[in-house]
C-alpha cells in the first residue's frame, strides 16, 4: 500500500458525459502528479500541481482540468468523453516537486467510455 | 522533449536466468532515473533510481547504472524468480520545464517461468 488512495477504483460513463476523479496524497505529501494509461499512448504524464499551485502540464487535453485544494488532495475533471478518453488514470504525489524524490503511485481509476 | 526506448517486449525467462533489460533516453539537463515495476492489476512501484552520473540504483537483486556518456540505464538482475514477473518501466524525470514529470518508456512484460 503506497498511501495514495484514489476513488472511485471503476467507472463507466459514456460519450459525452463528464467525470470526476479523486486523489489522496500521502500524509506529508505536497506534490500531485496525474497520469494516463492506455494501451496506444502507454503512460503518459498529465499534469503536476504543488501544494495547490499548477507546476507542470504534459499532454493533457483542454477537456481536461484538474485542481489541488488546500487540504491537498486532487481531482481530475474529465469532460466531454470519447472513447478515446478509456484508459487507467493513476494519480501519484512525492514530498517535494520533481528531482530525485520517489513519486508514490495510487492503485489506479479505470475508465470505461461506452 | 525528453524520450525513452525501452527493451522491446515482452522477454520469457526462466528461473535464476540472468535478466537485462535495456533503457536509453534523451531529456534535459541531468535528470534522476528511475525504474518503476507494476504487477499485474497493481499501480506502479518504485524499484530503484539513481541520481546522478555512475550512480547505481539497487533493490531486491535488481541494479541499474547511470551512465552519463551512453544515456543509458539498464536494468539487470543475476538470478529472476517467478515473483519478478511484471511490467517494467523506465523513467528519466525531466529537469528544467520538465521538472517533475516522469517520462516513461513503453514497459517491457517479464515473464518468470519455473
Known amino acids: 500500500d503506497s498511501g495514495v488512495t484514489q476513488t472511485p477504483k471503476h467507472l463507466i460513463t459514456a460519450t459525452g458525459q463528464r467525470v470526476t476523479l479523486r486523489c489522496s496524497p500521502r500524509s506529508g505529501d505536497l506534490s500531485v502528479y496525474w497520469y494516463q494509461q492506455s494501451l496506444d499512448q502507454g503512460l503518459q504524464f498529465l499534469i503536476q500541481?504543488?501544494?495547490?499551485?499548477?507546476?507542470a502540464k504534459g499532454n493533457i487535453l483542454e477537456r481536461f482540468s484538474a485542481q489541488q485544494f488546500p487540504d491537498l488532495h486532487s481531482e481530475l475533471n474529465l469532460s466531454s468523453l470519447e472513447l478515446g478518453d478509456s484508459a487507467l488514470y493513476f494519480c501519484?504525489?512525492?514530498?517535494?516537486?520533481?528531482?530525485?524524490?520517489?513519486?508514490?503511485f495510487g492503485p489506479g481509476t479505470r475508465l470505461t467510455v461506452t | 522533449g525528453d524520450s525513452v526506448t525501452q527493451m522491446e517486449g515482452p522477454v520469457t525467462l526462466s528461473e535464476e536466468a540472468f535478466l537485462t533489460i535495456n533503457c536509453t533516453y534523451t531529456?534535459?539537463?541531468?535528470?534522476?532515473l528511475f525504474w518503476y515495476v507494476q504487477y499485474p492489476g497493481e499501480g506502479l512501484q518504485l524499484l530503484l533510481k539513481a541520481t546522478k552520473a555512475d550512480d547505481k540504483g539497487s533493490n531486491k537483486g535488481f541494479e541499474a547504472t547511470y551512465r552519463k556518456e551512453t544515456t543509458s540505464f539498464h536494468l539487470e538482475k543475476g538470478s529472476v524468480q517467478v515473483s519478478d514477473s511484471a511490467v517494467y518501466f523506465c523513467a528519466p524525470e525531466g529537469g528544467g520545464t520538465s521538472y517533475g514529470k516522469l517520462t516513461f518508456g513503453q514497459g517491457t512484460i517479464l515473464t518468470v517461468h519455473p
Open positions: 531529456a534535459t539537463g541531468y535528470p534522476s
Open positions: 500541481y504543488y501544494n495547490g499551485e499548477e507546476r
Open positions: 501519484a504525489s512525492s514530498v517535494q516537486a520533481g528531482g530525485p524524490y520517489e513519486q508514490y
